[in-house]
């Protein structure tokens, strides 16, 4: 392989009123911090703090480390303001009540 290729990846963002997706060019054996870094979405986001967030690649749940390859799209994901499953058990509850009126 070519000491200097590049490969095109991208990384995604959304907070609950825009959603980004930057395509950046990152040489081969780069990681997905090294994506990030070279999107700059850390200086429009300043919400997003790497040490606590969960990124992953198409939504499967990765590390700042892991490599990237050709085509990939690092996610930058929100922190959840509800428990799905709480959510699930009030909506439950909600429709058991209709049926009973």
């Not at 000491?3 to 990681?31: H, L, S, W």
């Not at 200086?43 to 606590?52: C, N, S, Y």
């Amino acid at each position: 392989m070519e000491k200097n290729k590049q490969i095109q990846v991208e990384v995604a963002f959304a907070t609950a009123d825009e959603q980004i997706i930057i395509p950046v060019d990152i040489p081969v054996g780069a990681t997905a911090q090294d994506a990030i870094n070279k999107s700059n979405i850390l200086k429009k986001f300043k919400q997003i703090d790497l040490a606590t967030t969960r990124i992953g690649i198409f939504s499967k749940i990765c590390k700042l480390e892991d490599l990237l390859r050709e085509g990939d799209r690092v996610e930058i994901y929100r922190p959840l303001i509800a428990d799905p499953k709480q959510m699930r058990k009030q909506r439950a509850a909600k429709q058991k009540n209709k049926l009973k009126s």
